[in-house]
């Protein structure tokens, strides 16, 4: 098992940047799939980014690649999120999650979440 928290959310403008983090609990932090998701008011929660055990392989969903970085460290037990050139339509609370293994780009497919961050972005 193991338990996340986010942090890193804020208000900022359109264009800005900004990173977040999501500390991890647990000596099996390597043994995890890392992931963001996102889940705009009256939205559905979406796939953003996804990192490998290694962090070697990454995905993105369309509407973010170019734009964000997902990246983990294992000696920290840490996953960030690197937002940039950041749009309204980012507005929104942005989870961690992880699941065993292997990514994926379906959020059902991860057993476990943070309590979310709130990004920002005004016009």
């Known amino acids: 098992q193991v338990q996340l928290v986010e942090s890193g959310g804020g208000l900022v403008q359109a264009g800005d940047s900004l990173r977040l983090s999501c500390a991890a609990s647990g000596r099996t932090f390597s043994s995890y799939a890392m992931a963001w998701l996102r889940q705009a008011p009256g939205k559905e929660r979406e796939f953003v980014a996804a990192?490998?055990?290694?962090?070697?392989?990454?995905y993105y969903a369309d509407s973010v690649k170019g734009r964000f970085t997902i990246s983990r460290d294992n000696t920290k037990n840490t996953v960030y999120l690197q937002m940039s050139s950041l749009k309204p339509e980012d507005t929104a609370a942005y989870y961690c999650a992880a699941r065993v293994l292997s990514t994926s780009i379906n959020p059902r497919a991860y057993t476990y979440w943070g309590q979310g961050t709130q990004v920002t972005v005004s016009s």
């Open positions: 990192i490998s055990l290694n962090g070697v392989n990454t």
